[in-house]
Antibody
Framework: EVQLVESGGGLVQPGGSLRLSCTAS????????MNWIRQAPGKGLEWVAN????????NYVDSVKGRFTVSRDNAKNSLFLQMNSLRAEDTAIYYC???????????????WGQGSLVSVSS | AIQMTQSPSSLSAFVGDRVTITCRAS??????LGWYQQKPGKAPKLLIY???NLQSGVPSRFGGSGSGTHFTLTISSLQPEDFATYYC?????????FGQGTKLESK
């Protein structure tokens, strides 16, 4: 059974940093593009970033470029999102999600974690 | 960034109704579009990929069509469990972008 479990969320002050983790099981983690997608309270979905299977390519939405870094450790079946210089508008539930098709870079995702809440407030 | 515009933003319908949700892209995205269903407090669930392909395990009453800039999600006969919010997503190019969502409510 495919499982994705996020951790690391919490309350942080503006300008602070937080690192989210996503631990994967039930599939060959090193074969899939992985994505971070967020949802502000009561709002819609926003794709944030993705990373290719070997970790050599990352892509980001403009609003987080230069502040967020996505990485992975295939030996530990883990995905990470390092978030620096956090702003109030980064407050959201952050989901990790697996791309639908092995190896291919697609934003269409068929497995999601339960989400991790990040709150940025003073 | 490619803008995805869904219509309507909200919709009221009866069980048994045929429902159609539209998603328009600000530029040609071929068939690089997915549809998701989200219920309150839950992660989204993939329904359709590549504009018209039904994801495994999704009931056949869900259908997708379109290419280029105009796409539709159709529910042929609405069931009680279908009341939820629906999102389209383009993955033609970066950044991937979602529509603003369509909330489907019971009339």
């Amino acid at each position: 059974e495919v499982q994705l479990v996020e951790s690391g969320g919490g309350l942080v002050q503006p300008g602070g940093s937080l690192r989210l983790s996503c631990t994967a099981s039930g599939f060959t983690f090193s074969s899939y593009w992985m994505n971070w997608i967020r949802q502000a309270p009561g709002k819609g979905l926003e794709w944030v970033a993705n990373i290719n299977p070997d970790g050599s390519e990352q892509n980001y939405v403009d609003s987080v470029k230069g502040r967020f870094t996505v990485s992975r450790d295939n030996a530990k079946n883990s995905l990470f999102l390092q978030m620096n210089s956090l702003r109030a508008e980064d407050t959201a539930i952050y989901y990790c999600a697996r791309s639908l098709i092995v190896v291919v870079p697609t934003g269409v995702t068929n497995f999601w974690g339960q989400g991790s809440l990040v709150s940025v407030s003073s | 960034a490619i803008q995805m515009t869904q219509s309507p933003s909200s919709l009221s319908a009866f069980v048994g109704d045929r429902v159609t949700i539209t998603c328009r892209a600000s530029q040609d995205i071929r068939s690089d579009l997915g549809w998701y269903q989200q219920k309150p407090g839950k992660a989204p669930k993939l329904l359709i990929y590549s504009a018209s392909n039904l994801q495994s395990g999704v009931p056949s009453r869900f259908g997708g069509s379109g290419s280029g800039t105009h796409f539709t999600l159709t529910i042929s006969s609405l069931q009680p469990e279908d009341f939820a919010t629906y999102y389209c997503l383009q993955d033609y190019n970066y950044p991937y972008t979602f529509g603003q969502g369509t909330k489907l409510e019971s009339k």
